[in-house]
Structure formats: C-alpha cells, structure tokens
C-alpha cells in the first residue's frame, strides 16, 4: 500500500547553516535526503514510518568537487551522475566511475547522491567497495564543527554508522596516489544496471620487479557490510603470482565473507562467485604482456636508456633514476616508478623539467628541450591553433605576469583542454602562494610526464 504524503513534512532550509542549526536543535527528529531515490522505494511500498524530512537537494556547500595536488573532495551531495562524467575522477578512480555507471538508470544517476548511497548503508550498495580501496575517508559536519572518519571504520554493523542525529557527510576525500595501478571491478547481479548486486568485488594492486607490491580488495553483498578483505590482501603481499598463489586466495577470500541466503541469491553461490572474482583479478597480472618499447629500452645501455626516457619528462635525475630501475615489464609498474621517482626529487630537479616546456601559447619548445619533447608539447597545446586572437594576447599577459611572480615558466597538462580553460586555469593558479604552486606544478608535470611515457610506448 502507497504511503499517504499527508504523513510527511519537508522542509528546505535552502543552505548548509540553515540545516545544520535545523539538525542541532532538533536531533533525531528530522531525515536528511538528498536525491531520495532509496527514500521512495520504501514510501512507494508504504514502507516509509511517517517522519519530518528536511532537503539537502542542490546545497551548493555540498555539490562540488575540489581538485588539489594530493587529494580528490568529492560533495556529498554531488550525483552519480556528476561523479561518472568528471575528467579527475575518470582518469584517476576508475573503480568509483564504474560503480556510478551501475547504479541505477540515467534517471536515478541524476537524482542519487554518493552520500546518501553510503548512509543509506545498504552492504549491496555500488560504490562503497571502490571507496574501501581508494582508502576513502569521510568528513562529517555538525553545528559544532567537522570532524574526519576513515571510511572503512565508519559502518558498524547493518546500517549502523558512525553519525551522530545532528551530523551530515559534508564530503568524501580520496588520495590522489593510485598511478600505476591495476584496477578491477566487477559487479554479478541479474542486470550489470537497475539491478542489486549479488556480488560485487573492487580491486587494486600494482606489481614492483615481479612481486606485489600493494594490493587492496573490497566486496559488497557477502557480509553486514561493505569489508575489506585483509586476510587475503596479506597473504598475496610480497609474493610473485602463480597458480598456487590464485587457488591460496581464492579459498582465503570465501573464508572471510559472512553471506547470507536470500531472495537473490544463495550464501554458497556468493562465496563461490567472490573466490572466482578474486581469482579473475590476481590473474590479470599474470597476463600482461612486455611491450616491444620496453623490451628494447631493458637491454639499452644505461645512457642510451637515459637518453630515449628523458623527452618523456625533461628531468635527467628522474631520468637516470627510472633507467636505474630497468628492468621494468609492463606499462602500470613504469608509471608506479616514476611517478614514485618524481615525487622524491628536489625542486630543482622539477625546476629542470619545467624549463624544458615551451609558454602556454607559444608552440616554439625551449633550446634546451630535446626534438622529442619539442613534437609533444606542439601536439599538448593543438587547441590553441584554434583561439582567437584576443584569448591568445591574454594568455601572453598572463605568463608574463605569472613569471614575474614565481620566476618560472607556467606548467599545465594542456592535453585536452581549450585556450580559455588553460587561461582559466593559469589565473585561479595565480592566487597560491610560493609553496602550493610549486607543488600544483609538480602534478602537472607528472600527469604530463605519464602521457609521453603512454605515448613512447604506444609510439
């Protein structure tokens, strides 16, 4: 029976303050939502007990996504949808780009928000195993100020969290620190969308001279609540991957799970699936082939090595270090590496990167900069070809201005992005002091440098 909307009262303070001073004087007694999807459900069914809701629907406090050097800061309010279509969030977290593309149709993609996925705490939901992996953490907001929790400590049983009655997710931060890794995602259901899931399995790891190095596996549908699944990411660390080690995991792994019988699905049928999973993931390692680039770069001589690496990034200590680690077998373990190798350089070192890169604007590369690294910066800036004159004297403005500021030259991954967007970009940049520019440069360096490493093997 359809619930009775007389039963209801809603309310929409219209700003963040309003509902928290809202939640604070009356804790308890009023349900936040957002896009309601998971709330109609029940009122639909007339499941829903008759309550007052209060709306965080389009708060803008809530419906952004911030990009710094280190971090991802993802709204709690922002949409699936919002999250599917970011450049960020495609490029960098592949498993939670995924998950806003099972969950639901466009309709609800639209509507559903990534908070109220997690406090709804539903342990078939979409995106908590992508948020397990990605060590997301949440920050919660009250009257009284933010506090921060790991996203992993925060459900505490069957939807049990930890959230007090005046609190809300403000956000979910994510460290931007998974290059180089293999990720994995797979979701059993009836449906791959507008379906809830049996099973469904996210997974990262990357592989450092034949080992593995990291590795990280979440699971929704087979416990209480969305688990990591420590024993088997222990047991597989540090070790070379082969079959006895894929069937050592497997069994692990349905060990850990606590699955259950229901109209979905059987508790044997998800253990099954989930060592099956898990095993699929561990073998993708196994199956990745050398590139004909890398096999000839591993038996280069050491400065010939040097020398074909360094257009790739303009740093020679950089350059020299990654040869040093030679040899590397596959695309994911190089881009680990260097960019392992950038983040521990000096900033002089970035400084000789830097200096290699032509002006925003100006397609003419810098003397020092080798003929390779010359062609690629010409094709990074191809959409300037295209600007109007008064855009391209305002970015000669701004670099000037720029320069004289920080005494380098302007540095930005222009690869994809238009005339005004870069201009738009070299302003907001303008605002940081010394420190954050220099580090918001080094990012740029390195998202550059993994395009050319991509591009030097895929000639």
């Given at each position: 029976?359809?619930?009775?909307?007389?039963?209801?009262?809603?309310?929409?303070?219209?700003?963040?303050?309003?509902?928290?001073?809202?939640?604070?004087?009356?804790?308890?007694?009023?349900?936040?939502?957002?896009?309601?999807?998971?709330?109609?459900?029940?009122?639909?069914?007339?499941?829903?007990?008759?309550?007052?809701?209060?709306?965080?629907?389009?708060?803008?406090?809530?419906?952004?996504?911030?990009?710094?050097?280190?971090?991802?800061?993802?709204?709690?309010?922002?949409?699936?949808?919002?999250?599917?279509?970011?450049?960020?969030?495609?490029?960098?977290?592949?498993?939670?780009?995924?998950?806003?593309?099972?969950?639901?149709?466009?309709?609800?993609?639209?509507?559903?928000?990534?908070?109220?996925?997690?406090?709804?705490?539903?342990?078939?939901?979409?995106?908590?195993?992508?948020?397990?992996?990605?060590?997301?953490?949440?920050?919660?907001?009250?009257?009284?100020?933010?506090?921060?929790?790991?996203?992993?400590?925060?459900?505490?049983?069957?939807?049990?969290?930890?959230?007090?009655?005046?609190?809300?997710?403000?956000?979910?931060?994510?460290?931007?620190?998974?290059?180089?890794?293999?990720?994995?995602?797979?979701?059993?259901?009836?449906?791959?969308?507008?379906?809830?899931?049996?099973?469904?399995?996210?997974?990262?790891?990357?592989?450092?001279?034949?080992?593995?190095?990291?590795?990280?596996?979440?699971?929704?549908?087979?416990?209480?609540?969305?688990?990591?699944?420590?024993?088997?990411?222990?047991?597989?660390?540090?070790?070379?991957?082969?079959?006895?080690?894929?069937?050592?995991?497997?069994?692990?792994?349905?060990?850990?799970?606590?699955?259950?019988?229901?109209?979905?699905?059987?508790?044997?049928?998800?253990?099954?699936?989930?060592?099956?999973?898990?095993?699929?993931?561990?073998?993708?390692?196994?199956?990745?082939?050398?590139?004909?680039?890398?096999?000839?770069?591993?038996?280069?001589?050491?400065?010939?090595?040097?020398?074909?690496?360094?257009?790739?990034?303009?740093?020679?200590?950089?350059?020299?270090?990654?040869?040093?680690?030679?040899?590397?077998?596959?695309?994911?373990?190089?881009?680990?590496?260097?960019?392992?190798?950038?983040?521990?350089?000096?900033?002089?070192?970035?400084?000789?990167?830097?200096?290699?890169?032509?002006?925003?604007?100006?397609?003419?590369?810098?003397?020092?900069?080798?003929?390779?690294?010359?062609?690629?910066?010409?094709?990074?800036?191809?959409?300037?070809?295209?600007?109007?004159?008064?855009?391209?004297?305002?970015?000669?403005?701004?670099?000037?201005?720029?320069?004289?500021?920080?005494?380098?030259?302007f540095i930005v991954c222009a690869t994809g992005k238009s005339a005004q967007e870069m201009l738009d970009i070299l302003r907001s940049r303008m605002q940081n002091?010394?420190?954050?520019?220099?580090?918001?440069?080094?990012?740029?360096?390195?998202?550059?440098?993994?395009?050319?490493?991509?591009?030097?093997?895929?000639?």
């Amino acid at each position: 029976m359809r619930s009775n909307p007389v039963d209801y009262e809603l309310v929409a303070p219209g700003n963040l303050s309003a509902v928290l001073s809202l939640l604070a004087e009356k804790p308890g007694e009023y349900l936040p939502i957002a896009g309601g999807t998971d709330m109609m459900v029940l009122y639909s069914a007339g499941k829903l007990a008759p309550r007052k809701l209060v709306s965080l629907w389009n708060l803008p406090e809530l419906r952004r996504i911030d990009v710094t050097p280190s971090h991802l800061i993802i709204g709690a309010a922002c949409t699936y949808t919002d999250i599917r279509e970011h450049n960020v969030i495609s490029q960098e977290f592949p498993l939670l780009a995924a998950a806003a593309t099972w969950t639901g149709g466009i309709a609800n993609q639209n509507r559903g928000t990534l908070g109220g996925n997690i406090v709804n705490a539903s342990p078939a939901a979409d995106s908590p195993p992508a948020l397990l992996v990605y060590e997301a953490e949440l920050i919660l907001v009250s009257g009284g100020g933010e506090r921060r929790v790991r996203y992993t400590d925060f459900h505490t049983g069957y939807k049990k969290m930890l959230l007090a009655p005046d609190e809300l997710i403000r956000a979910i931060s994510l460290p931007r620190s998974f290059s180089g890794y293999v990720s994995y995602s797979r979701k059993v259901g009836a449906r791959n969308a507008q379906a809830i899931s049996k099973v469904c399995l996210a997974g990262l790891g990357r592989i450092t001279y034949g080992v593995i190095d990291d590795i990280r596996l979440a699971a929704g549908s087979v416990a209480p609540v969305p688990i990591r699944l420590r024993e088997t990411e222990h047991m597989v660390s540090g070790r070379a991957i082969d079959k006895d080690l894929v069937q050592t995991a497997r069994k692990i792994a349905a060990t850990e799970i606590h699955p259950i019988d229901d109209l979905r699905s059987t508790a044997a049928y998800r253990s099954a699936v989930l060592a099956n999973l898990v095993a699929e993931f561990l073998e993708k390692f196994t199956a990745r082939p050398t590139s004909e680039a890398l096999k000839r770069w591993n038996a280069a001589s050491p400065q010939e090595a040097i020398n074909e690496i360094l257009p790739c990034c303009g740093s020679s200590a950089w350059a020299r270090e990654l040869a040093a680690r030679r040899p590397i077998h596959h695309e994911t373990d190089l881009l680990a590496a260097s960019d392992e190798i950038w983040r521990q350089l000096q900033p002089g070192e970035w400084l000789e990167a830097f200096a290699k890169h032509p002006r925003i604007g100006e397609r003419k590369a810098p003397s020092a900069a080798p003929s390779q690294s010359a062609s690629w910066s010409a094709q990074e800036q191809q959409n300037l070809a295209s600007a109007d004159d008064s855009i391209r004297q305002a970015l000669a403005e701004a670099n000037r201005e720029y320069e004289q500021r920080f005494g380098r030259v302007f540095i930005v991954c222009a690869t994809g992005k238009s005339a005004q967007e870069m201009l738009d970009i070299l302003r907001s940049r303008m605002q940081n002091n010394d420190v954050t520019e220099l580090q918001a440069a080094a990012e740029e360096q390195r998202k550059i440098t993994n395009i050319r490493l991509k591009k030097w093997l895929n000639p």
